[in-house]
């Protein structure tokens, strides 16, 4: 078999996606829409991206059309915002084949007060939670904690994608009183706060699990853990992700099964009996403590940066159970993962994820040891120079025996790339390490 892939993004999780695809035995022609420089050699990138187009549906009919073009095989959604939009039904409903849950499916991580709502109706492990919905929302919500709430902290989440933005844990009713004054007085946030759940703070350590579905049957990958702020010692404001390693030392085989059985499969069989069944990658954010894992949230799509472990650590061919996943062949392929330890860490331009400046010229990208990988992120290439371009600039993930060695590996390689202004964070896996000695 050979096949034409046609991939749709531009970050780091689109440049490993396009690495993993690229050296599949059963490919013939790899498309990336857009992609970036480090895309750029490992298939064909192609300038059509959601900003092209003056609304979203020209876009997806700019993608179909590029598919019938190319007789596209597969297309490969690597961001939520097209799966929130329905991608996955448009290019369907065409008769094309694509790797992403549909509209409806992807409402479990496109609307938080569906997924807390499917949680409780199937008593899938999560947090007490309320949601509220209407004009008076953000009144609705002081009044329910003055009244009814008894246990603090709380944490506040709009609804919708926000981008990280939209979540306040707040510890008593004052900082909660602040925090909604402020949703009021921000008109972006007030926008996305029309919807909103109100839901118990959870104890324990987060990791994220990550699974290939074709709606019936699950394979795992990996689980990881990401670091969301900013600052070492997870501080300062919250990122897209400075660094992942896998697999994450809390997330160990007994939690592991726990978490197949009584969130996987039961969330998979409750978008079956909703109608909706969920085929693609199923990201399970986790709180995981002595009672075992609950659920955090639900992501649609593999994590950026989690994605640039884990599909370094996939043995098997990435493309093989792409395809079987939309071929619903799941239940015969093996999925199997490399022995070992991933880790990978993000390098940003100074200022991120407030201000920035973009056009910094990156250097040492060739001295990188051939153990590692750099997958680019935010970045632009220019007469064979290449400059920064965004927050997120690019990730190194090293591999080791131990998750130290892994982690020795990221920083050695790190370390000879440089540009104006960099920042990482040096402390990316200090807590597998802690927990795993
Ligand atoms: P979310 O967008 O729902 O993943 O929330 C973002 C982050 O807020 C999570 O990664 C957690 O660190 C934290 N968080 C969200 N909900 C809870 C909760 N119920 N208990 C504790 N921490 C939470
Ligand atoms: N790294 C977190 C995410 O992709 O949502």
Redesign the pocket.
Do not use: L, S
């Given at each position: 078999m050979s096949y034409n892939v046609l991939i749709i993004g531009s970050g780091g999780r689109e440049h490993a996606l396009a690495w993993g695809i690229s050296r599949s035995k059963e490919l013939n022609t790899l498309y990336i829409a857009p992609g970036n420089p480090g895309t750029e050699p490992l298939g064909i990138n192609v300038p059509i991206s959601p900003s092209g187009y003056p609304s979203v549906k020209e876009y997806f009919e700019a993608v179909h059309a590029f598919a019938i073009e190319k007789k596209i095989d597969v297309t490969v959604i690597g961001p939520e915002q097209p799966l929130v939009d329905g991608i996955t039904d448009f290019l369907e409903e065409k008769g094309l084949k694509v790797f992403g849950p549909s509209q409806k499916a992807a409402q479990l991580e496109g609307s938080?007060i569906f997924s807390k709502w499917l949680m409780h109706k199937y008593n899938i492990p999560t947090?007490d939670s309320e949601s509220f919905t209407g004009e008076t929302v953000l009144e609705d919500v002081e009044a329910w904690l003055k009244v009814e709430n008894e246990k603090w902290p709380v944490?506040i989440?709009a609804d919708g994608l926000?981008a990280?933005k939209?979540?306040f844990?707040c510890k008593n009713l004052s900082e909660a009183s602040a925090h909604i004054q402020r949703i009021k007085d921000d008109p972006s946030l007030r926008k996305a706060a029309t919807r909103v759940v109100v839901?118990?703070?959870?104890?324990g350590e987060?990791a994220s699990v990550f699974a290939i579905t074709d709606g019936r049957h699950a394979k795992l990958l990996l689980s990881a853990q990401d670091h969301?702020r900013i600052g070492e010692g997870d501080t300062g404001l919250?990122t897209g992700g400075m660094g992942a390693y896998g697999p994450a030392p809390v997330a160990d085989s007994r939690i592991m099964k726990l978490v197949e059985d009584t969130i996987l499969y039961p969330t998979l069989g409750a978008m079956q009996v909703e109608g909706h069944p969920y085929r693609g990658v199923l990201y399970l954010?986790l709180?995981i403590n002595e009672e075992g894992p609950r659920v955090?949230?639900y992501n649609c799509r593999f994590g950026d940066p989690e994605c640039q472990v884990i599909v370094p650590a996939m043995k098997s061919d990435l493309l093989r159970v792409i395809m079987a996943t939309v071929n619903f062949e799941l239940e015969k392929e093996e999925v199997e993962m490399h022995d070992g330890h991933y880790c990978c860490v993000v390098m940003a331009s100074g200022g991120y994820p407030e201000a920035f400046e973009k056009g910094m010229e990156i250097h040492g990208l060739e001295e990188v040891s051939e153990d590692s990988m750099v997958f680019h992120s935010g970045t632009r290439s220019e007469n064979g120079k290449v400059y920064t371009n965004g927050g997120r600039v690019l990730t190194v993930t090293s591999k080791g025996a131990s998750l130290s060695e892994a982690i020795d590996a990221a920083y050695r390689d790190i370390e000879k790339i440089s540009f104006d202004k960099a920042y990482y964070r040096r402390d990316i896996g200090a807590k597998g390490l802690k927990r795993s000695s």
């Open positions: 938080k947090a944490v989440k926000a990280g939209g979540v844990i839901e118990e703070f959870m104890e987060e969301k919250n954010g709180m955090v949230e």
